[in-house]
């Protein structure tokens, strides 16, 4: 190596580590990204998190805190992880449980590839990319296709693929429908 190209070599390096680190913060030790703030938190709560919790939240699954995408649920993962299934079983879902639920979810919402972001089947965000079936374009996680999911044969007649769809779609900031907001009545919580 040449005597100028071991400082040329190192400002390589710098900048390329600099380029993949979100900036310090003071007071939580790192700025998250703002993903969050693209995804309508209503909609989550109201169409896909009923999916998350029904289709991946199994404890062999997704309702494992070691997972990427974790999905607090009744009777299974819960923070706190009370000791017996009763104990698990016997509240609603915590606006904690609820908001890291969201948070899990949305950052499964982040494209690893840019595509046409029109097009889910063309999609390489994790969420809508690795549970679809292989057929379909999909990842097919652990050798296993999430969607369509039986009696449906195609997505567009998948509801809950849909309900996935669509919040990557969704516009932040639309009210909630009535069924919505009565199903977080329900659930004791609060639509933002």
Known sequence: ????????????LLVAAAAGC????ATSGLVTSSFDQRLDFNAFVCEVQPVLIRRCSFTACHGAADHALRVYSLGKLRLGD????K???????TSDEVQRNFESAAGMMTRTVARAPSDPLASDVPLLHRPLAAAFGGAEHQGVAMFPAWPA?????DDEWQALVRWSEARVGAPPSQPCLDFFDAQGLVPR
Do not use: H, Y
């Not at 979100?22 to 913060?25: E, L, S, V």
């Not at 044969?153 to 007649?157: F, R, S, V």
């Open 1 to 12: 190596m040449t005597a100028g190209a071991a400082p040329r070599l190192v400002v390589v």
């Open 82 to 85: 009370p000791a017996t299934r």
């Open 22 to 25: 979100p900036a310090p913060d």
């Open 87 to 93: 104990a698990r079983s016997n509240t609603l879902l």
């Open 153 to 157: 044969t195609t997505l567009e007649a």
